[in-house]
């Protein structure tokens, strides 16, 4: 089975960095989709950010060129890079990972199979 475990979340002021890490093993599969999800009280899970294996992104609108994602495929490690975070961006952070998804899905929590536990981020 796939696992993915979470770290780096963290309190930090508005205006702060954050840099979150999802170690991942147990896959097989040649072509991969990692993405990053979050969660605030009360609100649906939605999507932050995605990668496959070929390096090709997507982005929510509301982190486009604050947030960066990136995949070490040597180390099976998938980053996101949060700049200039702001107080809605609070949320419980998830990496979810698919074999091959669809470039339009990409950010649709329904879509991954494999979650991690979550590393919780508050601006």
């Known amino acids: 089975d796939v696992q993915l475990v979470e770290s780096g979340g963290g309190s930090v002021q508005a205006g702060g960095s954050l840099r979150l890490s999802c170690a991942a093993s147990?896959?097989?599969?040649?072509?991969?989709?990692m993405s990053w999800f979050r969660q605030a009280p009360g609100k649906e899970r939605e999507g932050v950010a995605a990668i496959d294996s070929g390096g090709a992104t997507s982005y929510a609108d509301s982190v486009k060129g604050r947030f960066t994602i990136s995949l070490d495929s040597a180390k099976n490690i998938l980053y996101l890079q949060m700049n200039r975070l702001k107080p809605e961006d609070t949320a419980l952070y998830y990496c979810?990972?698919?074999?091959?998804?669809?470039?339009?899905?990409?950010?649709?929590?329904?879509?991954?199979?494999?979650w991690g536990q979550g590393t919780q981020v508050t601006v």
């Open positions: 979810a990972a698919s074999e091959w998804v669809e470039h339009a899905a990409r950010l649709r929590p329904g879509v991954f199979p494999y």
């Open positions: 147990g896959y097989t599969y040649s072509s991969l989709c």
